[in-house]
């Protein structure tokens, strides 16, 4: 190496959050293909065109078309052994959606070696607000899940396409619990709402009569 050669590029610096935005974006990524499985069981089902199917399902919500998809699965009398399938990845998905919502709907920062994410900003009064704590190990289950989410739901609306006929891909993909445990969130400034006071039940008509005469 010469004078004149240039200079290697510099490596760049690791910092302490780096491992942590990574598993952000791969997590998000593989929540989107996910999502866009729900969405391609759902046109598949539906028994529409394709361009019929879209133009109904576009822009659904999530929860929506899931709880169309259960509705559609049981109508169509599908396979117990399929609908099951289904049922856990629209449930695992939609936990995993709550999560999902926190982490790129509220203000975020970098602290203590995990993301603490917060609607102190947003919220309508200090009385409500939420923190929300996420590690790389949460982000890389729930990263892990969706792919499974859609790998499942593929072999449901494309069942002859690879990998899904090979039996050790099969085993691999359904043989295996989901990582990612939800856990509700916790507001301790919120208190739990009054329940409303037992109505009296009304004496009958004929009771009501006698008490008006007297």
């Not at 990524?29 to 729900?38: C, P, Q, R």
């Not at 090979?166 to 619990?177: H, L, M, T």
Request: net charge neutral; aromatic share 6%.
């Amino acid at each position: 190496m010469s004078w004149l050669d240039p200079l290697p590029e510099p490596i760049p610096e690791i910092r302490e959050d780096t491992p942590h935005y990574e598993t952000v974006g791969r997590f998000v990524t593989s929540f989107a293909n996910a999502e866009a499985a729900v969405h391609m069981l759902a046109r598949h089902l539906c028994g529409l065109s394709d361009e019929k199917a879209r133009i109904i399902f576009g822009g659904m919500r999530l929860p929506d078309i899931s709880d169309i998809i259960r509705h559609i699965a049981k109508i169509d009398k599908l396979a117990a052994e399929t609908l099951e399938v289904v049922d856990e990845c629209l449930t695992q998905l939609g936990l995993i959606a709550k999560r999902r919502h926190v982490l790129v709907h509220r203000t975020s920062s970098f602290f203590d070696g995990k993301i603490i994410a917060s609607n102190v900003l947003t919220t309508k009064s200090l009385k409500a607000v939420e923190g929300d704590v996420f590690d790389v190990k949460e982000l890389s289950d729930m990263q892990v899940d969706c792919l499974h989410i859609y790998l499942r739901l593929c072999n449901i609306y494309s069942p002859k396409q690879p990998p899904h006929l090979n039996p050790e891909v099969d085993a691999i993909i359904y043989g295996r619990s989901w990582r990612y445990k939800y856990v509700p969130p916790k507001t301790p400034h919120l208190k739990a709402r009054a329940k409303p006071p037992k109505q009296q039940p009304r004496p009958p008509a004929s009771h009501e009569r006698q008490d008006a005469e007297e």
